[in-house]
């Protein structure tokens, strides 16, 4: 890992992006031992105006806690794709949602085209797990937290009832991409 990696978890408010960076951030620093801190951001309206959610690692002191040059950039709507991979660095990863995100924008990083709000829908039977089939894949994409990490940490946050369907959906987005 470098000594900072910032990832951004973008799309839509009500997607749940800002739970899946406390649970990606919680994985790197609970269970990982790297120091991570993670921000959020919502655009004027709470339900379906463009969201964010961003996540610092480090293997040294984080001293400034908001992304500036994207490692890695989650898109699961057009309008955040088109809007935050502005800050995607070159030679970074671009994860879109292929149905949602058709217009993907030029540059030199490596795009992962997954189909993330089917696979939950479709696979895993509820499509409000897009943000744990999401993690899945970027769990299987950095080299710093690792997927059981990451299912501890998901299984800590997720409502008692729900840790299967949960389970399921990590397991599904990890297999998007290994």
């Known amino acids: 890992m470098a000594q900072r990696y910032e990832v951004r978890l973008s799309g839509s408010g009500g ?10 951030a919680e994985a790197v ?4 031992g790297i120091n991570a801190v993670q921000t959020q951001s919502y ?18 002191s984080i001293d400034y806690p908001k992304a ?15 809007k935050y991979s502005v ?3 070159e030679g970074g990863i671009l994860i879109a949602d292929k149905r949602m995100v058709t217009k993907l924008p030029e540059g030199n990083y490596k795009v992962y085209h997954l189909p993330i709000i089917d696979t939950a829908k479709e696979k895993a039977g ?15 994409l950095l080299d710093s937290v690792s997927i059981e990490n990451v299912e501890k940490a998901v299984l800590q946050r ?8 949960n389970r399921r959906a990590l397991a599904l987005g990890y297999e998007l991409v290994t």
């Open 15 to 24: 997607q749940g992006l800002v739970l899946g960076g406390v649970i990606l």
């Open 29 to 32: 620093a609970l269970f990982e």
């Open 43 to 60: 655009g004027p309206e709470a339900r379906g105006g463009a969201s964010k959610s961003e996540v610092i690692i480090s293997d040294e």
């Open 68 to 82: 500036t040059k994207i490692d890695l950039l989650l898109s699961l709507t057009q309008e955040a794709c088109d």
């Open 87 to 89: 800050d995607l660095k």
């Open 126 to 140: 509820k499509v409000f797990v897009a943000n744990i089939v999401a993690l899945g894949a970027i769990a299987g």
């Open 158 to 165: 997720v409502p008692k009832g729900t840790e299967n369907l």
